[in-house]
Structures are given as C-alpha cells and as structure tokens.
C-alpha cells in the first residue's frame, strides 16, 4: 500500500523555522518527482516546492524562494527546511507524488497525497 506520512508542522513566531518530513511506504520516493503543496483557509491549494526523481531539479513558488529548501534523503524521505517563516505561510502542508514542467519550471501534483502537517506562524 503506497503512502505518504507528513510530519513537523507546529507553530513557530514569525521569522522562525520549521522542517516537514515526508516519509514513504509501500513504495521508493526516489521513482518519482515529489512535491509539497499547501492550502489556507479560504485559499486554494497551491505549489510551494517539487524535486525531481532523477537529477535532482528542483521548483520554489516564488514566494518561497531564497526561505524554503527540498532535499531529499536516503531513508525515503523529503524534506522541506523552511526559515523565515512569516504569517503568510501557515496552511496545512501536504506532500505528494508529483510531475515537473521543462526545467522545473511548474510543479503538478498526482494522485499520492499524505495527510499534511498544520504550520501556523504567529507571535
């Protein structure tokens, strides 16, 4: 059975940072393109950041840029460091199996999704 396990989310003061875990199982993460992707309240979902399967491409929002890092590790895992967090970046944070445009220039998601993690930033 294929799936997804986000963790890390919390609540952090603005400026601070958080590291979301995405765990697979059932299945090897490094076959496929993985994204995060997230969704406020009253927002529509959006991607933040993808990683390709292959040579290690990679896709930031611009709103994330220069703040949020995808890596991947050797325990099938994805992880998104994210810093400077400000109040625009709390939702729920999920991840997903994903498919990158030409150059890592669009992020969609497919059909394998986690749970997602809260991220919520406040002072």
């Known amino acids: 059975q294929i799936q997804l396990v986000e963790s890390g989310g919390g609540l952090v003061q603005p400026g601070g940072s958080l590291r979301l875990s995405c765990a697979g199982s059932?299945?090897?993460?490094?076959?496929?393109?993985i994204g995060w992707f997230r969704q406020a309240p009253g927002k529509e979902r959006e991607g933040v950041s993808c990683?390709?399967?292959?040579?290690?491409?990679t896709y930031y929002t611009d709103s994330v840029k220069g703040r949020f890092t995808i890596s991947r590790d050797n325990q099938n895992t994805v992880h998104l460091q994210m810093t400077s967090l400000t109040p625009e970046d709390p939702a729920v944070y999920y991840c997903a199996t994903a498919v990158m445009g030409p150059h890592g220039s669009t992020c969609r998601a497919l059909a394998h999704w986690g749970q997602g993690t809260q991220v919520s930033v406040s002072s």
């Open positions: 990683i390709s399967r292959s040579d290690g491409l």
């Open positions: 059932g299945f090897t993460l490094d076959y496929y393109d």
